[in-house]
């Protein structure tokens, strides 16, 4: 399927299995994982929707919620 090149907002090309991006008006190419790392890393507000996806292991800064449990 087609999606937006995160690099440079082109046509970019994702197999239905998810397996990697590839762009055509760039270099891109990469797995989809680091496809979703690179979203997340540009804009931010993505890091939610993407959330169930990247939270596979990592829980680095990972601290929402704490600030209303001060006491
Ligand atoms: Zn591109």
């Known amino acids: 399927m087609k999606?937006?090149?995160p690099k440079c907002?082109?046509?970019?090309?994702?197999?239905l299995d998810?397996?990697?991006v590839k762009c055509n008006s760039c270099?891109?190419?990469m797995s989809y994982g680091e496809y979703v790392k690179f979203i997340a890393h540009n804009q931010p507000k993505y890091s939610d929707i993407?959330?169930?996806y990247a939270s596979g292991g990592s829980t680095e800064g990972h601290t929402a919620g704490?600030?209303?449990e001060w006491d």
């Open 3 to 5: 999606i937006k090149c």
């Open 9 to 15: 907002n082109g046509d970019a090309e994702m197999p």
């Open 18 to 20: 998810y397996s990697m």
């Open 27 to 29: 270099d891109l190419d």
């Open 50 to 52: 993407l959330g169930d």
């Open 66 to 68: 704490s600030l209303d």
